[in-house]
């Protein structure tokens, strides 16, 4: 993938995709921070940087419109119901016609990734039936490039008690190319990383220097007050398995407690340190960043933000409803030149979405004049 001023996407366009009949952002910067209106598409939009890093893959649809709860279901001839992602959520206003498509990419740098309803030929497809609710054939055609490389995806069926389910047996498709590589991509949403999550970050950067900076991010809150941190094991009963859990040892302490009983600032900062030392190269995503952080330490926050995502390569898209964040955003991109921090706020005129670009040079007066983020 070509990158332009050392990014990924230097520029975004997103055509056709969920709530996005056509949106462009002609410039993301190292960090970008995304304003705007609930229900606006400020969501949509880092759903949208999912799907181009994961190249349109079959896994990464699916688990999108799996945490959507975006589904449907249909008894089979032997009585079992199957749940399966509905493509048809993926397009514009929900219509999947034989005319639709989505684009997601640079215009810059012709890395776009185009997906369309379609099918070998051949293959059975009654994608655009609407009397039809069991499109259990329902295929998608997705290319990537200036010379794209195309595949179909079927996106195997999702599971949830109590609709009890069975792998369908897949109609063959014809020869492929590769799908592009992956790009790292990590998500973090309004909500705090589980146990799960975080004791896969936290393996990853153990006895390396991106450890000190996932301890160095608590230090936001309790400065020297926190000695070491580490994620052991309990012994469970129920279920069987070794459970582990991320601990803290403080000053004075004489034994090491829960991180999650530090409140969920201290969980967030955790969580993103660790996740912009995993995604070194690719992206970060983080809806509603300012969730659980306390409004003075803002500036702190996004200090280690845009600093660390220009030391690791990575490039951060966020989102925010709150003015203390973009405030401490301002403050931070201002003192940290050598990676361009930019706010872009999300607006409908007429209808059609647009993005506004404030540039490092207007982020503190767009900051202190105040801008819609609701």
Same mark, same amino acid.
Request: aromatic share 8%; with cysteine; net charge negative.
């Given at each position: ?233 309990? #012994? $469970?009963?129920?279920?069987?398995? =070794?459970?582990? &859990?991320?601990?803290?040892? @403080? /000053?004075?302490?004489?034994? *090491?407690? +829960? ?78 030149? #050598? $990676?361009?921090?930019?706010?872009? =706020?999300?607006? &409908?005129?007429?209808?059609? @979405? /647009?993005?506004?670009?404030? *540039?490092? +040079? ?13």
């Amino acid at each position: 993938m070509f990158m332009a001023n050392g990014l990924r996407l230097p520029d975004l366009s997103i055509s056709g995709f969920r709530g996005i009949d056509e949106l462009h952002m002609p410039r993301l910067g190292r960090v970008t921070l995304l304003a705007g209106r609930n229900g606006i598409g400020k969501t949509t939009v880092l759903d949208a940087v999912r799907v181009f890093a994961a190249g349109g893959r079959a896994s990464a649809l699916a688990k999108m419109l799996w945490d959507r709860e975006e589904l449907f279901a249909w008894d089979e001839e032997d009585g079992e119901r199957v749940l399966v992602p509905d493509l048809r959520a993926l397009f514009y206003n929900r219509e999947a016609s034989r005319t639709a498509y989505i684009v997601i990419g640079s215009r810059g740098c012709n890395d776009q990734l185009t997906i369309k309803p379609d099918a070998p030929s051949g293959m059975q497809l009654d994608f655009f039936d609407e009397s039809v609710e069991d499109t259990h054939t329902q295929t998608l055609r997705v290319e990537y490039g200036a010379k794209p490389s195309w595949f179909y995806v079927q996106p195997e069926p999702a599971y949830q008690a109590p609709v009890t389910t069975r792998r369908r047996a897949q109609q063959t498709l014809p020869e492929q190319d590769e799908p592009p590589p992956v790009i790292e991509c990590i998500s973090l949403g309004p909500g705090m990383l589980g146990n799960d999550d975080l004791e896969r970050l936290w393996d990853n950067v153990v006895l390396t220097p991106d450890e000190d900076r996932a301890v160095a991010a608590l230090k936001l809150v309790f400065g020297d007050a926190v000695e070491r941190v580490a994620v052991v094991g309990d #012994e $469970a009963t129920f279920p069987r398995r =070794r459970r582990r &859990r991320a601990v803290v040892l @403080l /000053r004075g302490q004489r034994r *090491p407690i +829960s991180l999650r009983s530090l409140g969920d600032g201290a969980l967030r900062l955790f969580g993103v340190a660790l996740a912009l030392a995993n995604s070194r190269g690719g992206f970060l995503l983080i809806d509603e960043a300012e969730n659980g952080i306390h409004y003075s330490l803002q500036p702190d926050f996004w200090n280690m933000v845009i600093r660390t995502a220009h030391e690791n390569d990575v490039q951060v898209l966020a989102t925010t409803h709150s003015s203390d964040c973009l405030k401490g955003f301002a403050k931070a991109a201002s003192e940290f030149r #050598e $990676a361009e921090g930019l706010l872009i =706020r999300l607006s &409908r005129q007429y209808g059609d @979405l /647009r993005a506004v670009e404030y *540039p490092e +040079s207007e982020l503190a007066i767009a900051a202190e004049q105040g801008i819609e983020v609701r």
